[in-house]
């Protein structure tokens, strides 16, 4: 098969034994999910093992916060950029 392996493909388990993609996590909202799933699907299926869920889990939740504090701070016409106000200069942090 050539290309990127559609969702219906990667859910199917491996018959030669091989290991499965991480699954998210129930607690993730909408956003966050969608956010692990593109995650764990741009690389290789043996890249994350389950002891990487827990930050996986973390890093999505702090993604989709620093992009709600971005829209935030856009939609109030604030003077300060984006990564200049202080609840998105600490969610910055968390990410790296």
Same mark, same amino acid.
């Given at each position: 098969?050539?290309?990127?392996?559609?969702?219906?493909?990667?859910? /199917?388990?491996?018959?030669?034994?091989?290991? %499965? +993609?991480?699954?998210?996590?129930?607690? =993730? &909202? #909408?956003?966050?999910?969608?956010?692990?799933?593109?995650?764990?699907?741009?690389?290789?299926?043996?890249?994350? /093992?389950?002891?990487?869920?827990?930050?996986? %889990? +973390?890093?999505?939740?702090?993604?989709? =916060? &620093? #992009?709600?504090?971005?829209?935030?701070?856009?939609?109030?016409?604030?003077?300060?950029?984006?990564?200049?106000?202080?609840?998105?200069?600490?969610?910055?942090?968390?990410?790296?």
């Amino acid at each position: 098969m050539r290309g990127r392996k559609s969702a219906a493909a990667l859910g /199917v388990a491996a018959v030669d034994g091989g290991t %499965s +993609r991480l699954k998210p996590p129930a607690s =993730l &909202s #909408e956003a966050e999910r969608k956010v692990f799933v593109d995650l764990v699907l741009f690389v290789d299926d043996k890249h994350f /093992v389950p002891s990487d869920l827990p930050l996986l %889990s +973390r890093y999505v939740d702090a993604v989709v =916060l &620093s #992009e709600q504090a971005a829209y935030h701070c856009q939609s109030r016409a604030l003077r300060l950029k984006p990564w200049q106000s202080p609840p998105m200069i600490r969610i910055i942090r968390v990410m790296v």
